[in-house]
Structure formats: C-alpha cells, structure tokens
C-alpha cells in the first residue's frame, strides 16, 4: 500500500471517530500546524490599536513563555494593555466569550485580568484580539506555596453562582483553536495530532503507538461529574497566573468555560512535580538546557532542551521516543535521557545547537 493511500486510511478512520465528513477530516489533519500557529506583526498591531481605540501605542513586547501572539503593550498615554491576536482559526465567537467571562469575574470581584474597554474584541488582519489591562507582578513562589494559591484561586472559581454569560463548554485547553470547548475535545485534539503523523511511525514503535492511541479513545473525559465556571489551564505560571501587590491573579481565559471541576483540579495536580533546571548560553540564549524534573512520586526525569535546524528537527521527532517537541519554541527539541542514551549522539546534537547560536569565529574552533 503506497503512503497516499496509507493516509486515506488514516483520513476516514478519523472521519468515523470524530463524526466528520471525509473532506472535513482531510482538512483537519493537514491544517493542524497553520492553526496553532502564529506570529503578528507588532508593528501592524500597534497601527490598529492606534486606529481602533485612539491610544498612543509605543511598543508591542512578546510576553507569554509559550504563544508568540500575546503582546505587552506600552502606550506614551495611560497603563500599559496586554493584546492577544489569536490565530485567525479561532472564531470571533469564541474570543468573545473570553470577554463576555471576564465580564462576569468583575462582577463577581474575583480576582482576573479586567477588559482594557468596555469594546474589547476587534478584526486585525483575519485575526481577532482582545485587549486587557497588563497586571503588574511577579512570578507566584515555587513550591507548596505557589499550588496552595492556585488551589485557592480554583476553588473561588468554582464556587461562584452560575451565569449565562458565562456557560459556554469549558475545560479544553484549545491548543488547536478548531477544538474549544469541554475536555472532550483535547482527546479530539489529540487524536488529531496522532493521526496525523500516523504514517511516519516506524514500525518499531507502532505497537507503543496504537497502545496511546487506545488510551486516547478510552480516556474519560469527565462527562456527568459536577459542573463549574473552569479556568481550564490554571497550572503555568507566569502565563496564567501572577502574584499582583493584591495578590494572585489568574489570566489567560482563553480555555475558561462551564465543565466539570475535576478538569481543573486534574491540570493543579498534574503540575505538582517540581523542576530545576541549568541552561548553558552563548550570547545571552540558550544553547542547551538541562532540566531535572522531579514527578509527583519523586522520581527524577533528565530531559536536554536543545536548537536544532528544520530537517533535522522533523527526522528526529519523526522517530520519536526519546524525542519530542518542545512547547519552548519551533526550533528546539526535548531528548529524554534513559540508561540507554546514545551519548555520542548526545554530543553531536549539542554540537550542533551551539552552532546554531554561536558567531563563526567561535563556531570555527570546532572545526
């Protein structure tokens, strides 16, 4: 069987499992990278929200660790705003409802991001943005102390009186922005992300494959538990929550909606494990980071963080285990390091990572 048809296979089977049309599900699959990502033009966006709200934006400065579209927006004229141009896949209905949420929050007087204006969602260049006011912190405390105000913050969350205005499906993540909604559609998600790169398994690994995938299908997705207003991502700090001289407050509503509880309880308890990490730099970025995670049981997990170039990233995510994506950028790699680490191979990868980065005088000494 030739790889075309191989994939065909692969397209119906996810149009039977997720109840879309075979062309619906085509689209699915081969969209799944343009959907996720994106990449404004600060300039073009400091132009608009001069245009739109009359203000004099002087500076757009990427400010989320993971999303390359949320922006710190410092004006010459008032407080600064935070500006997130969503991936032009995302409806405008959805960004809507983030603000139609936070809203609802004020109302309430919990403790969230507030709207920058009262008209908050605007069109700019097939994308559409909700502005808020920047809130000004740091970093919630590691440890114990950090997931006790997290802890707090959810169980404010879901303890408040039900709205209308806030009772859209809630508790998906919405890494793809085609999947919002409840936690069902992160296993939609998933299976998406699985089937796409369905062909490129080697056949060394299918059986470990189609193991995940069966526990994709088979994942309880929290249908019939109790319902609350869920924040939906409340676990990486600074992206979704900073301590303010007020205390801490939660951002990034994106995934927020009504669904069960135990879908936010489960991402606090996911991120219970605790990290330290070394980066070794040249020019000031990093070229190779060693991280130490330590899982809620203890156990220690060694995982290298490094660059590498277009093809070489896409061979070696292709072969999978030990290699994964990176959430830290498009241009790095995740190696897990096991008693069976290729260490020659190691050295060849970090090698290459420092090339990336480094000025060629440096680079010619390797040479």
Partial sequence: MTRDASFKKVVRRHAGETGQRYTEALTDLQGLGARMHHEPVPERLLAHLRDRYGIDPVAATKLSVHKTYVFRID??????????????????????????????????????????????????????????????????????????????????????????????????????????????????????????????VAAAERERFEQLRDQVRSADYGHGLPEGLLHGNLLHAPDHAVLSEQGPVAINWKASGRGPRLADFAYLIWGTGSSTAQSFDIRRRSFCLLVAWEDPAGKPVPL????????????????????????????????????????????ELVTESYRILAPRKLTARLD
């Avoid at 809130?135 to 913050?153: C, H, I, R, S, T």
């Fill in 304 to 347: 290298l963080v490094l660059r590498a170039g277009p093809d070489e990233r896409e061979a070696l995510l292709c072969g999978g285990h030990p290699f994964f994506a990176s959430r830290a950028g498009r241009d790095r790699i995740v190696v897990l390091l096991t008693d069976d680490t290729d260490w020659e191979e190691i050295r």
């Fill in 75 to 200: 004006r010459d004229d008032g407080s600064p705003w935070v500006a997130r141009p969503f991936p032009p896949a995302r409806p405008r209905a959805g960004v809507e409802g983030d603000a139609a949420i936070l809203r609802f929050l004020e109302r309430q007087a919990y403790p969230a991001e507030r709207l920058a204006v009262d008209d908050a969602v605007s069109d700019f260049d097939g994308s559409a943005v909700l502005v808020t006011r920047f809130v000004e912190g740091v970093q919630l405390p590691d440890g114990a102390a950090k997931f006790a105000m997290m802890g707090e913050l959810l169980g404010r969350l879901h303890a408040l009186p039900y709205d209308d205005s806030a009772g859209r499906p809630g508790g998906a993540s919405g890494e793809d922005p085609s999947r919002e909604g409840t936690p069902r559609q992160d296993l939609l998600a998933a299976l998406s992300f699985l089937d796409a790169v369905d062909t490129k």
